[in-house]
């Protein structure tokens, strides 16, 4: 990754923990400029650079395992700004000359919290709050020169500074909600410890990746850019719009399985926020004969991704034609890959490989197009509010996230005309609840599951009906890798119920899924 070069950059540097990226996003969110990098790569790397602060996150590891990772202690002396967070905490006690016991009394979950000097770490925060806590060692005594902040019942040491310095850390998670104040403890680092300049704004962000496209693509270059309905897709398509007018086509493929009104949203609400030059390509039919009698979930997917690549590249070879006989040549390609993708398909950081995403790794080898990637440096959050800037329909920027499936994957069963209709009623009737409940931006994502090879018995009117039952399964995230059921109030999933087994005469039946992932996946299939 190359950082905005404007901006102050802070390196999140992972051992393992849960919440890396929730830490990056919590350092943007101070207005600093922030990029994950592993715990393997060598401090020289690091401070090469020139990094305004680093900021050593937690991880599942004690300091004193054998195999633990470690971090060169040359970091705490290179005159970097240093921030430990949990097993960081420790490691920069321990590499400093502090001592790290392995006291038996382990704190996990929300733990009070004693301030007993507040210092500049912990200006102005309550000397009593609760934080979120995640270790077995505690720090038993600081290194020579550091002012210990606070304490716990268990813990000693449970925060420490040394201003002159420029390090400080402390044994909780401050980047978690739970963590009361935990936003202020950071930014009191990254601002009045660090000095980091606050200059990561959306519309700083909107305004140079616009800039940042127009020297890509030059003052002539065509591009092209596939629509799918969702925020990535639209927002990046925004930006080099803003940046190259009607140089840019996008292409919607329209294969049948989108949300109601979905569709149209693209064709109409898209075009007239941004005046995009559109090539709808009707595959309704194509993708309903290649899905006929297909129930394997996994065959589901990979007929309507072949399909989809199909389509995709057939309304490739329309727009290259219409350029071609204009003389023209379309070279650039338009990607909504986002940092989590790069992060998590080992680019830019040379972090482990995790998947090969389909944003990043995907793409065939002979490639005649250069990659145009505006949001590759933001993540799903920062990415809504540049659309918000850019003036998108606010229904496209707070879409709960889609699958690239779509309702093929929703229907449990072959996916029919007939099936696709029934979802799509009663998806909607959820949708539109939940939006009257003024719910849509606490609700991750509310996926609706038609079981359409089940059949439940029940009355209505006076007579006896067979008809499908629905799974409404509402959760709550930051991120998707894990999530929690959403506690719908009553009466909302009682007028989703009633409306739905009301209005969809197929349906007789709504069920509620309350399976957190893990164990259960977001998606049925």
């Not at 003389?327 to 909504?336: A, P, R, S, T, Y």
């Not at 398909?345 to 995403?357: C, D, F, M, V, W």
């Not at 440096?377 to 329909?393: A, H, M, S, Y």
């Amino acid at each position: 990754m190359t950082q905005p070069a404007e901006h102050d950059l802070v390196l999140v540097v992972d051992f393992g923990a849960q919440y890396a990226q929730l830490i990056a996003r919590r350092v943007r969110e101070a207005r600093v400029y922030s990029e994950i990098v592993p715990h393997t790569m060598p401090v020289a790397e690091m401070l090469a650079r020139k990094p305004k602060a680093i900021i050593l996150s937690g991880g599942p590891s004690s300091v004193y395992a054998d195999g633990a990772p470690g971090i060169d202690d040359h970091v705490f002396t290179a005159g970097v700004p240093v921030f430990g967070m949990c097993y960081g905490f420790q490691l920069m006690a321990k590499g400093l000359g502090g001592e790290v016991a392995h006291t038996g009394a382990r704190e996990y979950g929300r733990t009070p919290v004693t301030v007993t000097e507040a210092g500049t770490l912990l200006e102005g925060i309550p000397a009593e709050h609760k934080v979120w806590m995640s270790h077995g060692d505690s720090v038993a005594r600081a290194p020579e020169g550091f002012t210990v902040l606070a304490s716990t019942e268990d813990t000693p040491v449970a925060a420490f500074e040394d201003v002159g310095r420029g390090l400080a850390g402390v044994q909780w998670h401050p980047e978690v909600l739970h963590s009361e104040h935990g936003q202020k403890v950071l930014e009191h680092f990254l601002h009045h410890i660090a000095g980091a300049r606050q200059t990561w704004t959306m519309l700083n962000i909107a305004e140079e990746q616009i800039e940042r496209v127009r020297e890509q693509i030059g003052d002539s270059g065509l591009a092209i850019c596939g629509l799918s309905g969702g925020v990535d897709s639209a927002v990046a398509a925004a930006i080099v719009q803003r940046a190259i007018g009607d140089r840019l086509h996008c292409v919607f493929v329209d294969h049948g399985l989108l949300r109601e009104g979905e569709a149209e949203q693209v064709e109409r609400d898209f075009v007239a926020a941004t005046g995009v030059n559109l090539h709808v390509y009707d595959a309704r039919e194509t993708f309903l004969s290649a899905l006929a009698g297909v129930t394997d979930p996994e065959e589901k997917r990979k007929v309507i991704g072949r399909e989809f690549i199909r389509a995709f590249e057939a309304a490739e070879v329309q727009v290259l034609g219409e350029a071609a006989d204009a003389g023209e040549k379309v070279g650039f390609l338009v990607q909504g890959t986002l940092y989590p993708d790069v992060v998590e398909s080992g680019g830019g950081a040379g972090t482990s490989n995790i998947k090969s995403h389909h944003n990043v790794g995907g793409l065939p080898e002979d490639l005649e197009f250069e990659l145009v990637e505006p949001l590759r440096t933001l993540f799903k959050d920062e990415v809504r509010l540049v659309g918000e800037q850019l003036g998108l329909p606010a229904d496209i920027v707070w879409r709960q996230p889609f699958p690239g499936p779509g309702l093929g994957i929703r229907i449990i069963g072959e996916v029919t005309a007939d099936r696709l209709d029934i979802l799509r009623r009663a998806d909607a009737i959820a949708r539109q609840e939940l939006t009257r409940a003024g719910l849509d931006r606490d609700i991750w994502q509310m996926p609706v599951v038609l079981l359409a090879d089940v059949r439940s018995v029940g009355v209505q009117g006076d007579g006896r009906t067979y008809g499908h039952p629905v799974v409404i399964r509402p959760v709550t995230s930051e991120d998707a890798m894990t999530a929690d059921w959403a506690r719908l109030p009553y009466e909302v999933m009682e007028r989703i119920s009633t409306r739905i087994t009301n209005e969809v005469a197929e349906v007789n039946r709504v069920t509620l899924d309350i399976t957190s992932k893990p164990p259960g996946t977001i998606e049925w299939e």
